[in-house]
């Protein structure tokens, strides 16, 4: 399989992919409401699914016909297939390939990346970037970046535009560097790691179902692939750097690791074997 960039022709929207992580939904603010063992998991996961499914009616009503929803959180099992409505496949189930970007490839017209959070070490609810245990920066072409600048290289490589982002405050506006397309929805303001103010539910709902009939209304292009992109991690640990180190990333300091490819698909395949190896360390 060629790992070279694709070209979209222009087409009237059908397709639309949807990653949907949980920390960025109005209203969650701790860990314990979006890790199934936590006391607030069941709010938490209400939560998201209202807003899912008023992401999903906003977009059918714009055009939709076919839109697939890659559950892309923790163990990956928090969506409710029972809500969904029915022009909607479900991608669940954890150590998946492509991980949060499971599913997308040149055929989509748009995506969605929704309730997204803030890098490590942002002032951001519940900041983290992937696994907070193992990744305490990533820098892509040494800008800090979190999973919203990660996941981005996919859709890019594609030629698949992002076209909304949600989350909070401080996840909207880093939005900006990594898919400039995208039309971000803030449904809460951070004021800590573990606090935010937060539009109710019902507001935020209504805020991304009038937001996505807006965003696939006026579809932006997508950024332009990064050429030869680099991406940079400082891991938790020198024993998780040397792991990555033995499977061919560069060595650059005790804990940080760098590696380079030729387009950015191939840099998320190669981020995710140096995650998992280094997952291991933090799992013994």
Request: a negative charge; hydrophobic letters at 40%.
């Amino acid at each position: 399989m060629s790992l070279a960039p694709t070209t979209r022709s222009d087409t009237e929207l059908t397709k639309l992919y949807v990653s949907a992580d949980i920390e960025g939904v109005a209203g969650v603010v701790h860990w314990d409401q979006v890790m199934p063992t936590g006391t607030g998991y069941e709010l938490g996961q209400r939560l998201l699914m209202g807003e899912l499914v008023s992401l999903c009616r906003g977009a059918t009503i714009a055009g939709a016909d076919s839109i697939t929803i890659n559950d892309a959180h923790s163990t990956m099992r928090n969506i409710v297939p029972d809500d969904l409505p029915s022009n909607v496949r479900l991608i669940s189930g954890h150590f998946k390939p492509m991980y949060m970007m499971e599913g997308l490839d040149e055929s989509y017209d748009a995506a969605v990346f929704l309730a997204y959070h803030g890098a490590a070490g942002a002032a951001s609810v519940l900041s983290h970037t992937y696994n907070p245990r193992v990744v305490w920066e990533a820098r892509i072409n040494d800008e800090v970046t979190g999973e919203t600048g990660i996941n981005a290289l996919v859709a890019h490589h594609y030629r698949v535009p992002v076209v909304m982002i949600t989350g909070d405050d401080a996840t909207i506006d880093d939005a900006k560097r990594w898919i400039p397309e995208a039309f971000g929805v803030s449904v809460k303001s951070s004021t800590g790691r573990f606090a935010a103010d937060s539009l109710s539910a019902e507001a935020a709902r209504s805020l991304i179902f009038d937001g996505i009939q807006s965003a696939l209304g006026d579809i932006n292009p997508s950024r332009e692939p990064l050429p030869s992109p680099r991406l940079e991690l400082t891991l938790q640990s020198e024993e998780m750097a040397a792991l990555c180190e033995w499977a061919g990333w560069s060595r650059k300091g005790p804990r940080t690791v760098a590696l380079e490819a030729e387009n950015g698909l191939a840099l998320y395949r190669g981020f995710h074997v140096g995650l998992l190896l280094a997952r291991t360390v933090a799992d013994a």
